[in-house]
C-alpha cells in the first residue's frame, strides 16, 4: 500500500517572516517527485511539514490511503482502528503517531547516532518493538541496498559525507515508509556518491510502492530522477516542470 | 615522613585489617551515595533539559551553585535535620553510615544533575529530529538523545563520584568519625594526623590518590572515546 499527499493552502511564518505562501500540491502515489528552488525557497520547511514534523500557521496536510479504504466507518471504528474522515473516494487518514510512522525524512546533515553503523540502521525498527536479531537482519539487506554492508561493523561517525547520507537512506527505508522525504540528498556529496545515491532513489521506484519527494536545486537531478517537479520561489510554488 | 612511608606501604603490602575494613566501609558509602545521587541527578538533569516549566532557570541556576556546596555547611545543615531536635531525629540516622550516604548524596547530586544536563543539551539538535524522522515517540526521542549524550553524562558520574570519596567535612559532621563503624578513608586521614599516626593517615592517602588516579584514567578514557573522528 502507498499514500497520495494532499497538501491544502500551506502557510507558515518564523518570526513574523513568513516562509511558506499558500503551497498546495496534489500527489498520486508510488512516484517520484522533486521540489526544485534556491537555497532559503521554502523547500525544507514545506518538507518537514508535510512529513508532519512541523504545523503549519494554516492550511491542512492530508494523507490518502491507496487503494481505498473498503469496509464501512462504523465498522472500522468498533474496532478501533484510525479511520480519518472517508470520502466516496479514498480515505484521509488521521494525523497521529500511526500516520508519522508510515513516513520518514532523511535531512540534509542525516543526523548519525553515535554508534555502529549496523545500529543506526536498526535503531527505527527496534522503536518499532522489533528485537534484535530481526532488526538486525533486515537492516543488513537495507545496508546491502545502498552499497555499506561492508561497514556495518565501523563507527557510523566514521563514514565519508556521501556514505553517511547512504546510510540515512538505509535508515530510513529499512523501516518500510510508505512516504520517503529526502531533503538535499546530494548537496554535500562527491559525484561518485551523487551517482550512487541517485542509482538507490531510482531502484527504490523500482523494487518498492513508494511515494518518494526529493527536495534538489539541481534541475539536471530533477530531471534525471523524476516523473513530475514541482518550483518552488519565494515560499511559494509557482508551477510544474517537465 | 620516609619512616611513615615506608610502614604505610607494609600497612599496604600486609593488607591490614583495620585498613581494608575502613577503605571497604569508604566505598560502601560512596558508592552507595553515586547510585542515590546519579538516579536523582540524572532524573533531574533530565527533566530540565528536555521540558520547559515556569521555575527551569532558576532549578538550572541552583544546581550550578550547589555544584560549589561547602561540604561542611551542608553537614551543618544535615546534621540540624537529623539531630534528636530536628525534623528526621526520629529517624536515629546521625553518626550512622547511612547519614554520611546521605551527606554524601547531596554532595554528588548536584554534580552529576548539572554535567548530565550540560551534556544532553550540547548534542546537536539534528539527533533529536532525526529520531523524530525515524517515527521515535517523545520518550523515545528523549532517551535516544540521553545514548548520545553517554560520555558526558558518564563524565558526571565519576566526578561525583570522585566529590563523594574524597568529602570529609561533612561526613565528619554527621558521621562522628566512630571507629570501626562511621570512620572512613577521608577522615581516619584527619584523624590521625591530628594524633601524629601518619603511617595509617600516609596509607590512605597513597590509596585516595591511587583511586583519584584510577578515576580520572576511567575519566579520560571516557572522554576519548566520546570524540570519534567525524571524517575519514
Known sequence: ?242 | MIEGITKAFSLIAGLDLELLSIIFLSLRVSGLALVIAACAGLALGAIVSFSRFPARGLVITLMNTFMGLPPVVAGLFLYLILSRSGPLGFMGLLYSPSAMVIAQSILAFPIVASLSHSAIVNVDPIIKQASQTLGATPFQTSLNVMREARYGIMSGVIAAFGRAVSEVGAILVVGGNLAGYTRVMTTTIALETDKGNFELAIALGIILIMLSLIINGFLHAVQRKGMVKTTV
Do not use: W
Open chain 1, 1 to 242: 500500500m502507498s499514500l497520495g499527499l494532499n497538501a491544502i493552502n500551506i502557510c507558515k511564518s518564523y518570526n513574523g517572516r513568513s516562509v511558506l505562501k499558500d503551497c498546495s500540491v496534489s500527489l498520486d502515489s508510488g512516484g517520484i517527485y522533486t521540489l526544485m528552488g534556491a537555497n532559503g525557497s521554502g523547500k525544507s520547511t514545506f518538507l518537514r511539514i508535510c512529513a508532519l514534523l512541523e504545523q503549519p500557521d494554516k492550511g491542512e496536510i492530508n494523507y490518502l490511503s491507496d487503494p481505498p479504504f473498503c469496509p464501512p466507518l462504523s465498522e472500522v471504528e468498533s474496532r478501533g482502528e484510525s479511520t480519518g474522515r472517508v470520502t466516496s473516494e479514498n480515505t484521509i487518514l488521521r494525523n497521529d503517531m500511526g500516520l508519522k510512522r508510515r513516513m520518514t525524512l532523511v535531512l540534509p546533515g542525516v543526523g548519525i547516532f553515535n554508534t555502529t553503523v549496523l545500529k543506526n540502521v536498526a535503531y527505527g525498527l527496534k522503536i518499532r518493538g522489533i528485537n534484535s536479531p530481526a532488526a538486525e537482519e533486515k537492516a543488513d539487506k537495507a545496508l546491502e541496498f545502498v552499497g555499506l554492508l561492508h561497514k556495518k561493523n565501523h563507527a557510523a561517525l566514521t563514514l565519508s559525507s556521501g556514505e553517511a547520507q547512504r546510510l540515512g537512506i538505509a535508515r530510513a527505508i529499512v523501516i518500510g515508509p510508505e512516504v520517503l522525504f529526502l531533503d538535499e540528498p546530494t548537496a554535500s556529496v562527491d559525484q561518485e556518491n551523487t551517482e550512487i545515491i541517485e542509482d538507490i532513489i531510482l531502484n527504490l521506484r523500482k523494487d518498492k510502492m513508494t511515494t518518494v519527494i526529493i527536495a534538489t536545486h539541481d534541475i539536471s537531478q530533477a530531471e534525471r530522477l523524476a516523473g513530475a517537479a514541482l518550483v518552488m520561489r519565494n515560499g511559494k510554488i509557482t508551477g510544474k516542470a517537465f
